[in-house]
């Protein structure tokens, strides 16, 4: 009976971390884009599309303390991490924009991107970093931080498995 509850309260922690960690860049986009007039890139929307996808797997993490869903939701934080990293290659002009950023004039652009907005260029620094820059950290440290705590809670569920099988 421990083992259940062991196991669910280390879910509930990965996906409430999961849950405030998706909504905070939510809340600071749309508080950005509506109060300063800062539009988002398509890559913006892209990492707003994978913190929406985290933001609801981890609420139904929540609901049901799967840890499969868990893992769903590192590895879209992960997604958002590698779309954040290319933005910041781009800003750092370390190579061109392969098809994203490109306005190819179709229907996915008016969906992604109706303003045409440049992803090399930064919108916003705060003391000299964009906005891009520090997504990049802090998508790298919910990861680090969720997957090491992924990790303990499938140790420690072998651990509570192989003393259930001797007993």
């Known amino acids: ?3 259940t509850r062991e196991q669910k309260t280390d879910s509930w922690h990965i996906h409430l ?3 405030f ?3 905070f860049p939510l809340i600071f986009g749309y508080s950005l884009e509506l109060y300063r007039d800062i539009l988002p890139c398509k890559l913006c929307l892209m990492q707003r599309t994978c913190f929406f996808v985290v933001l609801f797997s981890s609420s139904l993490g929540l609901l049901l303390h799967k840890k499969f869903i868990a893992f769903f939701s590192i590895l879209f934080f992960a997604m958002c991490f590698m779309v954040a990293l290319y933005n910041v290659a781009l800003e750092w002009d370390w190579f061109g924009s392969i098809v994203v950023c490109q306005d190819s004039g179709g229907w996915l652009d008016n969906i ?5 907005i440049p992803c090399n260029v930064p919108a916003l620094e705060v003391l000299g970093i964009s906005l891009a820059e520090i997504n990049v950290v802090y998508c790298a440290i919910v990861v680090a931080v969720t997957s090491v705590i992924f990790l303990k809670n499938l140790k420690i569920g072998k651990k509570i498995e192989n003393k259930s099988n001797f007993n």
């Open 1 to 3: 009976m421990s083992s």
């Open 112 to 116: 992604f991107n109706k303003y045409n």
């Open 21 to 23: 960690a998706a909504l």
């Open 17 to 19: 971390i999961h849950f």
